[in-house]
């Protein structure tokens, strides 16, 4: 008896001596895109907080929405996209944001902000972390090779079989993202790239339909290094995206004494899709109160500008400008000026009856039918 009192005794004084520590492991959980934060930050957030940092990554928006609406992600802070964004508030999936603990909401852009209100009325469940354009990325020379003088600032080299045909031999790339391509195929079209009507969908089904012999990949993140390491010649992809690989090729080049991969990023003269990805942190979210310590960190000035300038997007965080390295904050395909904003369009969330179509035909378009 007395050696199982003193077991026990032990065994008490164990689980006390543990229970405060496991008190205090503070953590937050994020789900973020891949390639989209400067890691030092995590660093950083953690040693200013106490808070340490579990983080994952995800490649497109449907991943992170298949798990938002089945529940129980386990994580504290997700980064959707503004057509998403809208369509999961109305789902009920995300906690309304307690402001009064995000005070540097001060420093947020009111022009993002008020965009962004387009998806989330009142901006009550996000936080724009980073916008940026749907275009081209190209490698110039290998395109420039096989098109001749064909202007390289249109759709036209994407949706034009005749000459993506002409681009199959090197490397072509699409995102696999329905609601980035399907709207900038409509607004090539002429259409409304927010049409909700089911036969402009199939319309823009029937312009991608012959060009898919000529994809070699469907992807939204392995494009980067594919650009970067000159093992394709262009991409259909996100502009911060194509910024990352001109300097990744850049890097190598150094290292090599090679010269580098001549890779640019263009937005189209017929336009292209501006969007906005956000901070957002689901119901049912493990730790709120850490999600909301990590949101209002990533939203100080410098620490959004040292993402900025790791990822070469554009920060919706007006307070940071001032620290963004100057190659970016003038690049027009970065932040654009007023001519080129003018060519940009947003999209809104599809009610469900029309998704069912966009799926299909993206589907389709991708098994080749």
Not at 66 to 76: Q, V
Not at 241 to 254: L, M, S
Not at 323 to 343: L, V, W
Request: hydrophobic share 40%; proline share 6%.
């Amino acid at each position: 008896m007395s050696r199982l009192l003193t077991t026990i005794a032990a065994g008490l004084l164990t689980a006390l001596a543990i229970a405060p520590a496991a008190a205090q492991d503070k953590v937050v959980n994020v789900y973020n895109w891949s390639d989209y934060i400067d890691e030092s930050v995590l660093e950083e957030f953690t040693k200013e907080t106490g808070i340490k940092v579990r983080y994952d990554v995800f490649d497109s928006n449907e991943v992170l929405e298949t798990k938002l609406l089945g529940g129980k992600t386990g994580y504290d802070v997700v980064v959707p996209t503004g057509s998403f964004l809208q369509r999961q508030i109305q789902a009920g999936v995300f906690l309304k944001l307690d402001k009064a603990k995000l005070p540097n909401l001060q420093y947020q852009w009111p022009l993002i902000s008020e965009r962004l209100a387009v998806y989330d009325p009142g901006n009550e469940y996000a936080v724009n972390y980073m916008w940026g354009t749907t275009g081209i990325g190209m490698n110039v020379d290998k395109v420039k090779e096989r098109l001749g003088d064909t202007p390289l600032n249109s759709w036209d080299i994407i949706f034009k079989p005749e000459l993506l045909a002409k681009l199959k031999d090197c490397g072509v790339y699409i995102l696999d993202g329905p609601e980035e391509v399907i709207p900038t195929a409509l607004r090539y079209l002429g259409k409304d790239p927010n049409s909700k009507d089911p036969a402009d969908i199939e319309a823009a089904g029937k312009l991608l339909a012959p060009i898919r012999k000529y994809v070699k990949k469907f992807d939204s993140s392995g494009y980067i290094n594919a650009l970067a390491g000159g093992d394709i010649c262009i991409a259909l992809g996100w502009s911060g995206d194509v910024f990352q690989a001109k300097a990744r090729a850049e890097e190598a080049a150094e290292k090599t004494g090679k010269k580098p991969v001549n890779i640019e990023y263009v937005i189209p003269k017929e336009g292209a899709l501006m969007w906005f990805d956000n901070f957002a942190i689901p119901k049912d979210a493990p730790h709120p109160d850490e999600a909301l310590a990590f949101i209002n960190f990533m939203m100080k000035p410098e620490v959004a500008a040292k993402n900025a300038n790791f990822i070469s997007y554009a920060s919706g965080n007006l307070g940071a400008q001032q620290f963004i390295d100057k190659a970016i904050i003038d690049n027009p395909a970065i932040y654009p000026d007023k001519e080129t904003q003018a060519k940009l369009f947003t999209v809104t969330t599809y009610p469900q009856k029309v998704q069912r179509v966009v799926t299909r035909t993206w589907n389709d378009f991708k098994r080749g039918k």
